[in-house]
């Protein structure tokens, strides 16, 4: 391996794409270099904003295969949604198959596929293609995640015993665009939204430091779902509206409330468990990430809006709308916590980093998409728990086949 820099190119770059153009002012030897987007606008607004943050200098691609096969891409970042996750590394691994172009890694968002069935084929058509691959689960990369689990493993589980209790939750009051609502596009509801981050940071703090995820084994699972605000006829509405008619939740919802409690085996046969709960529900000043670990004689928390900056302003201060203070914002008046760096916070400048030094050095990312595939496998079990209503051994017969009802356009808590 001689390259010392790498170009990335991005497939997509709208919402959380440009989130990782911000956090790539913090990341080193790596330039953005391409972009192929669906819609023009969006794929120029990305362009502009890496001229402006001068992480790169990109070109505008037709088509995947024109990006994959340009000799100034080494690597490509998947930022588009789920349901084009499996045309979109089907097109790459072609690319590279026909011997047009030539890769070094791909990183993928979350989740890596909307079921198990998809997440596996993600994973063996990286396997196949034969290059590194990342799992963009920036959660774990967090600062006060990786700190704080530095902390308590090294002080508190060294000299009184490892942790033994997960908490995790993520919530807001609900996605920016139609598609995440619509359980057939995106795979299902808030559990597979967001659970996803609250299953696999809540099993990164229970593992040992350096450890490999196998060392803790899931062994049962009891999840609930359900649809508390956006199946009110009142929200139902907005969506339609916000849809142009097509989001129906008065007869195909998505569950906007999920938890799961998740028994696992320690590495002597301790009972762990992870307990995690995300909506779509909650209306507070904006998104809301937290996270406690309870080990015999410590405790950690992080609540993302117990910020180190609050903000207020009179009912005098009038304005627009905005995502300016925090992820998800409800609210311009009144006393607002500030997010100062949600890229740095939320984990994506430390991802990124993580991600280009692994491609650079020729390593897998110690989060790829064989983590992407076991979270699917927790995340079906979980839906499988909450369809069935019971807890389920894990990992179940079928999962491999297992499609959430949601996911099919067939579930309505209202039928009950
Ligand atoms: N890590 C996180 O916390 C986090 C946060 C938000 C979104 N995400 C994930 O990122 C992905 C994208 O979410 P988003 O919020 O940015 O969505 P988005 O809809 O805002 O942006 C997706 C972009 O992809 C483009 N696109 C659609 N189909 C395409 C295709 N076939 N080829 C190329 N471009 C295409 C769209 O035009 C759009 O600009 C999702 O999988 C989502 O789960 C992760």
Redesign the pocket.
């Known amino acids: 391996m001689t390259k010392k820099r790498l170009g990335v190119g991005f497939?997509?770059?709208?919402?959380?794409?440009k989130?990782h153009i911000r956090s790539w002012i913090g990341v080193r030897d790596a330039d953005i270099l391409g972009i192929?987007?669906?819609?023009k606008k969006?794929a120029q607004e990305a362009i502009a904003l890496i001229d402006k943050l001068r992480v790169g200098k990109a070109t505008h691609y037709e088509s995947?295969t024109d990006m994959v096969i340009d000799p100034a891409i080494d690597a490509i970042w998947i930022?588009?949604?789920?349901f084009?996750r499996l045309?979109?590394m089907e097109e790459i691994v072609d690319a590279v198959g026909s011997g047009k172009g030539e890769l070094i890694g791909v990183a993928c968002?979350?989740?890596l596929g909307r079921n198990v069935a998809e997440a596996e084929k993600m994973l063996a058509l990286a396997q196949k293609a034969g290059f590194l691959d990342g799992y963009?689960e920036?959660q774990v990369f967090s600062p006060a995640v990786v700190r704080g689990k530095e902390i308590l493993w090294t002080r508190g589980a060294a000299t009184t015993g490892r942790p033994y209790l997960a908490r995790a939750a993520e919530e807001h009051s609900g996605p920016?665009?139609p598609?995440f609502w619509e359980g057939t596009l995106q795979g299902g509801g808030v559990l597979n939204?967001m659970m996803c981050?609250s299953v696999e940071e809540a099993r990164f703090m229970l593992t040992p430091p350096g450890a490999k995820r196998e060392v803790i084994t899931p062994v049962k699972i009891t999840a609930y779902t359900n649809c508390l605000k956006w199946q009110q006829p009142h929200y139902a509405k907005i969506l339609a509206e916000n849809s142009g008619g097509k989001t129906d939740y008065l007869n195909r919802p998505a569950e906007d409330f999920a938890r799961s409690l998740i028994e696992y085996r320690g590495e002597k046969g301790e009972r762990l468990i992870i307990e995690t709960t995300t909506s779509w529900c909650y209306v507070g000043a904006g998104l809301r990430l937290s996270l406690e670990l309870l080990g015999p004689e410590y405790a950690l928390q992080i609540n993302t809006l117990d910020a180190g900056l609050k903000v207020f302003f009179s009912r005098e201060v009038k304005g627009s709308q905005g995502e300016d203070l925090v992820e998800k914002q409800n609210a311009e008046v009144g006393l607002m916590p500030v997010v100062s760096n949600e890229e740095i916070e939320?984990g994506y400048t430390a991802e990124n980093r993580h991600m280009i030094k692994s491609f650079l050095e020729n390593k897998r990312p110690e989060e790829n998409f064989s983590d992407g595939v076991n979270v699917a496998e927790l995340l079906m079990a979980a839906y499988m728990s909450a369809e069935q209503e019971k807890t389920i051994a894990f990992p179940p017969p079928k999962l491999k086949s297992f499609i959430p009802a949601v996911a099919k356009g067939e579930w309505n808590p209202a039928k009950k």
């Not at 497939?11 to 794409?17: A, P």
Request: one cysteine or more; proline letters at 6%; hydrophobic letters at 35%.
């Open positions: 497939i997509g770059g709208g919402f959380i794409g989130f192929v987007d669906k819609n969006t995947i930022c588009a949604p789920n084009t045309e979109i968002e979350k989740p963009l920036n920016h665009l598609w939204d981050h939320y």
